[in-house]
């Protein structure tokens, strides 16, 4: 799986737009991009993932650079409940559902 | 949507004795599970893949008889901690992954809540 590199932190304001980027240069044709977050104490949680096209679902958007070395995950209005652990991950889509995990982005998420 | 749940939640034991963590999909089958470990501030730090009805394969650095894993039915592994440390004092998730696997569900697949456990 390929390496991706993630900011250890950020801060948003409440209901502004989260922007999460990820650097994955060496990823892949087929590999995708997945996000998950951690709340904390708690367990993963998907959010997301695309292989190339951007990607938009009820909880956030995926923006995939043309030469997919990297991307960003936008959470369009933040809330304090957003605050988490999220991360980044490239793999190649299989049934086995192993994930190894980077060490990821703590976005805090202010009033 | 799919649910994977652990149990205990917390756990607080003394030194030398063992704790055993389970795993259960609560409304699918899954053929293969995870256990990772995490520490405060760090990242998950997978252990172990869990098959059913076969031995669990361990990743590099991992104690294969510190951390036994039984995964004797679709619906449920177990992690036992034996003899048990204060340096083993973690928070341990499993994952879960429907036969066929999840893509169909848009995930690779499911976490439990995690277990916290306490070496005193």
């Known amino acids: 799986d390929a390496k991706t590199t993630q900011p250890t932190s950020m801060d948003c304001a409440e209901g502004r737009a989260a922007n999460l980027p990820c650097n994955h240069s060496t990823i892949s044709g087929n590999e995708y991009v997945y996000w998950y977050r951690q709340i904390h104490s708690q367990g993963p949680q998907y959010i997301i993932h695309g292989l190339k096209n951007n990607e938009t679902n009820e909880m956030a958007s995926l923006i995939i650079t043309e030469d997919r070395k990297s991307s960003t995950l936008i959470l369009p209005h933040a809330t304090l409940r957003d605050t988490a652990v999220y991360y980044c991950i490239v793999r190649v889509v299989s049934n086995t559902g192993k994930l190894i995990f980077g060490q990821g982005t703590t976005l805090q998420v202010k009033p | 949507g799919a649910v994977v749940s652990q149990h205990p939640s917390w756990v607080i034991c003394k030194s030398g004795t063992s704790v055993k963590i389970e795993c259960r999909s ?46 004797a039915s679709l619906t449920l592994s177990t992690l036992t901690v034996t003899s048990a440390h204060p340096e083993d004092s973690s928070f341990y998730i499993c994952s879960a992954t429907p036969r066929g696997g999840a893509r169909a569900m848009n995930t690779e697949a499911f976490f439990g809540q995690g277990t916290r456990l306490t070496v005193v």
Request: glycine share 4%; hydrophobic share 35%; charged share 20%.
């Open chain 2, 26 to 71: 609560l409304d699918f089958q899954a053929t293969t599970m995870f256990w990772y470990r995490q520490f405060p501030k760090q990242s998950l730090m997978l252990m172990a893949t869990s098959n059913e009805g076969s031995k669990a394969t361990y990743e590099q650095g991992v104690e294969k008889d510190k951390f036994l894993i039984n995964h």
